[in-house]
């Protein structure tokens, strides 16, 4: 029934788990996967040393980022070939990872967005933004939330 599943992921404990269950659902499906990374637009909003370095050297922070990117997708590419299943990777900034995610699925013709969710419920999910409950209400596609 799916042919293309897009995993965003974001390198947390979580997503390595989401990343497991959809190389094990795209090999029965005999799908293939693309794997999505959201890098932080350099206008996002963040805090701490990354704001500092943001603020201070850009590229930098944007090198930081991209090799962060690069990491955690060359994880989750290794897990989906151990798992013999087609998958490639790809990465873009996004000052709102929910649109990121929404709009690779079209362009890469998925037909089911697969992520995991941290589980933020009520003020704590309003006031944290949860990027599953945006691509929920958002997307038109179907999508397969991993907890």
Known sequence: MFRHLL???????LSDGA????????????AKITFFYATPDTG??????????RTIDPQEYQARRAQIARE????AAKVAADGRVDAQVRSRPAQEP????I?????????LILM?????????GLLLGSQTQKVLL?????????R
């Open 7 to 13: 995993v965003p992921i974001d390198g947390s404990s």
């Open 98 to 101: 929910w649109e990121a995610i």
């Open 72 to 75: 955690v997708l060359e994880r």
């Open 103 to 111: 709009a690779t699925a079209e362009e890469c013709g998925c037909d």
């Open 116 to 124: 995991a969710s941290h589980g933020h419920r009520g003020i704590k």
């Open 44 to 53: 996002s909003s963040i805090y701490g040393e990354e704001e500092l370095l």
């Open 19 to 30: 990343v497991r269950k959809a190389v094990s659902f795209a090999g029965e499906a005999d």
């Open 138 to 146: 958002h997307s038109k596609f179907p999508v397969l939330v991993y």
